[in-house]
Each structure stands twice: as structure tokens, then as C-alpha cells.
């Protein structure tokens, strides 16, 4: 292998490079890992029946080669399973020997270059809204937790007076409180961080299936598990990733329940085919620094009433709802369990037709000798 072909096989980005009538000339390492083919099976194919399942790519190839110009595009889903958005680039090669600024010459063009990057970056705009929202929603809640004790523990004192003995707006006080305090303790454990163990995804989404088992039953929906056998142990906290789990599924019931019939939710378990490049944004300073990862993605998806643009963007903002008794906090809190392990919840949905989550969870081996 030569020392250049060794440096675009450890490049992350997908590199494909096409000759001048769109057949296909190199394929990288990473180019082979993220269409699952080698560059013997691909050799010579056209781009257009390579790709022929994503019209964007087709068509950015078709554009360079007949204008001459390089282009940039994202959001295209890489293929069915995987349901990525990739940031996708155009550019040309020429021929060395015409110097670009050799005005008699028209430059020869020798093929184009494709490169591919799945676009998972952990900063999203709305990241920081997120984060300030729910640092909020704890300063809150930690601030009334105090005084609410004082109200409890002044109301439990009056009720053993044989004055107020049976006061019933005293008991109903003292139960209001009560009610207060569940809630506000579930607002203070957002900000607790995960306790982490090696756990198998498989036995957690198992157990929150058997949780809602009823709600499956009596909902008439079809649950289809599509797990993969190989996939290993991850670290993990449990009883956090089941709340997630949870979360979404009862979002998914309550979507597909609006239907009236050929309700299903299919949850999907698999290891990701890219590296994905990971930006950690720093708190304090903006210096993004970039790092490898690989995925177990578990993708819960429905055939429910979808959601549509404008909604999208904001249902894992706190007290989002559109339910008349939804709280808004389940995917709130779910994305931020998500992120506290390091991955990402990732969303897409087609209004009136499917919604699916993908969450990304690191797969960092777990190191059995330590
Ligand atoms: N699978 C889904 N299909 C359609 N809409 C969804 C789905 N999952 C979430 N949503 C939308 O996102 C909103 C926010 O969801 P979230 O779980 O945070 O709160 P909620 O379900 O409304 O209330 P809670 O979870 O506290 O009961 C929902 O009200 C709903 O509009
Ligand atoms: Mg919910």
C-alpha cells in the first residue's frame, strides 16, 4: 500500500473517486465501511446505480461533472437502515499538466471526488437553550424543596393538636405537599449524573417492554423486535436507560393509538457502520475538539400520527407537550440521560405517517482484566 493510500485509508470521511464517465475509480476504508461494499465489488460501477437510493448524491455527481464545479450538500440519508444525515462534498481533479492559471489551456478534468461524513454533531443550536432550560428547572425546584419541607413539617405538627386533629383542609394540605415534593424530586435527579456498569441493552429494552406490556395489549399494537444478537455490553445506567426507553415508548403508544388500526412499533438494535465524527463543545471556550466513535444505536420507531416540522424542533425542550396531560418532561429528560452517557437522541418523523427515534449510545468495550 503506498504512503498516500495509507493516509486516505485513515482519513474518517467516506472518499470515492469517480473518472470522467462516472465509473467508479477508489473507494477509501471508510468509504467501504460506510456503503458496507469493497472497492472489488464497486470497481468500474457507475455512480448512478451505486447510489441509486439516494438522488442527492446522483444528482451532486451529475451537477460537477457538467458544470465543472465543486458542491456541498447535507441532510441525505445514507441508506435505509442506518436513516443517517450526511454532510456530502463534490470536487474535481485535474489534469497537473494545464496550470489553472494557463489562460490558453482549458484545464482537463481526470474525475471527481466524492466525500461523505455523517453529520452527529453533539452541539446542536438548541443545546445550549436545553441546557440553560433544565439548570433552571433544578435551581427551581431545589429553592422550593426547603420551604416545602417547612410547610409539611408545620402542617404535621399542627395535626397532632387536638385542635386541628381532623382537619381535613390541614391532611389535604399535607398531601399536596407530598404530591409537590414527587415532583420536584424528579426534577432534582435530571441534574444527577448516571452510575455507570456494564449492562446488556437487549435485558433493558426487554424490561421496559415488560413494563408497558398492557399498554400493548390493550392498545392492540403489534411490538416486532429486530435485535442484533452480536451486539456487546456497553456501560451504562441501567434504571436511566430504562426510563428513556420507557419515554419514548409510551410517546410511540400514544402516537400509534390515534390510528384505528395496524398499530406497530418496531424497536430496532444495531452497531453503527461509521465512525462518526463526535464535536465536544467546551462550556468555557469554543475550541471543538473532534473524536472518533462508533455506535450501538437502538431505534424505536412507530406508524403513528408523525410530527410535523415546526413541532419537531421543540419536543425535547421542557414542557413541550401537545398532550392535554402531558407534563413535557419525558423527552427532556430522556435526551439528557442520553447525553449524560455520551450519545445522542436523534428524531425524524413524517406527519400523519411514522416517527422513529435513534439513540446513540458510545460503544466503548467494556475491559473485562480491569
Ligand atoms: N412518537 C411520537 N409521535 C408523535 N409525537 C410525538 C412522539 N413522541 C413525542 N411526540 C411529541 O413530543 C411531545 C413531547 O413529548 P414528551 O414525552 O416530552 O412529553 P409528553 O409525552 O407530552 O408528556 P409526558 O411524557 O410527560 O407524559 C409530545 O407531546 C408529542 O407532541
Ligand atoms: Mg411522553
Not at 478534468?109 to 461523505?116: A, D, E, P, Q, T
Not at 429486530?226 to 451504562?236: A, K, M, R, V
Given at each position: 500500500m503506498s504512503f498516500f493510500e495509507s493516509i486516505l485509508n485513515n482519513i474518517n470521511d467516506a472518499i470515492v473517486v469517480f473518472d470522467t464517465k462516472g465509473r467508479?475509480?477508489?473507494?477509501?476504508?471508510?468509504?467501504?465501511?460506510?456503503?458496507?461494499?469493497?472497492?472489488?465489488?464497486?470497481?468500474?460501477?457507475?455512480?448512478?446505480?451505486?447510489?441509486?437510493?439516494i438522488p442527492d448524491i446522483v444528482e451532486i455527481i451529475q451537477k460537477t461533472l457538467s458544470e465543472q464545479r465543486s458542491f456541498r450538500k447535507s441532510a441525505t440519508h445514507l441508506n435505509n437502515t442506518d436513516d443517517a444525515e450526511i454532510d456530502i462534498r463534490t470536487s474535481l481533479i485535474f489534469d497537473e499538466s494545464t496550470k489553472e492559471n494557463d489562460v490558453d489551456k482549458i484545464r482537463e478534468?481526470?474525475?471527481?471526488?466524492?466525500?461523505?461524513r455523517e453529520n452527529t454533531s453533539f452541539a446542536t443550536p438548541e443545546d445550549y437553550h436545553f441546557d440553560s432550560l433544565l439548570y433552571l428547572l433544578s435551581s427551581i425546584a431545589h429553592e422550593i424543596k426547603n420551604p416545602l419541607s417547612g410547610i409539611k413539617g408545620a402542617c404535621q405538627l399542627l395535626l397532632k393538636d387536638e385542635m386541628f386533629k381532623n382537619n381535613e383542609c390541614l391532611s389535604m394540605i399535607l398531601k399536596e405537599t407530598d404530591r409537590l415534593n414527587k415532583v420536584l424530586q424528579n426534577y432534582l435527579t435530571i441534574?444527577?449524573?448516571?452510575?455507570?456498569?456494564?449492562?446488556?441493552?437487549?435485558?433493558?429494552l426487554e424490561h421496559s417492554t415488560k413494563v408497558l406490556h398492557s399498554d400493548f395489549v390493550s392498545n392492540k399494537i403489534r411490538l416486532v423486535k429486530?435485535?442484533?444478537?452480536?451486539?456487546?455490553?456497553?456501560?451504562?445506567d441501567e434504571s436511566k436507560l430504562l426510563q428513556v426507553f420507557i419515554n419514548v415508548l409510551k410517546n410511540a403508544i400514544e402516537a400509534v393509538s390515534e390510528r384505528t388500526k395496524g398499530r406497530e412499533i418496531v424497536i430496532t438494535t444495531r452497531v453503527s457502520n461509521d465512525y462518526v465524527m463526535v464535536y465536544d463543545v467546551e462550556n468555557t471556550c469554543n475550541t471543538k475538539e473532534a473524536k472518533r466513535q462508533r455506535w450501538l444505536i437502538v431505534t424505536i420507531r412507530d406508524n403513528g400520527k408523525g410530527i410535523d416540522q415546526e413541532q419537531i424542533k421543540k419536543i425535547f425542550l421542557p414542557f413541550y407537550t401537545s398532550k392535554k396531560e402531558g407534563s413535557g418532561l419525558g423527552l427532556a429528560l430522556s435526551k439528557k440521560i442520553v447525553k449524560d452517557h455520551g450519545g445522542i437522541i436523534k428524531v425524524k418523523s413524517k406527519k400523519l405517517e411514522w416517527t422513529q427515534f435513534n439513540i446513540y449510545l458510545p460503544l466503548r468495550m467494556v475491559k473485562r482484566d480491569e
Open positions: 467508479l475509480v477508489y473507494i477509501n476504508k471508510a468509504g467501504e465501511e460506510s456503503l458496507g461494499r469493497s472497492y472489488r465489488e464497486l470497481r468500474d460501477r457507475k455512480f448512478n446505480s451505486i447510489f441509486y437510493n478534468i481526470k474525475g471527481v471526488i466524492l466525500s461523505m441534574t444527577k449524573r448516571p452510575i455507570m456498569n456494564e449492562i446488556n441493552i437487549h435485558e433493558v429486530s435485535y442484533d444478537p452480536s451486539l456487546p455490553d456497553i456501560l451504562g
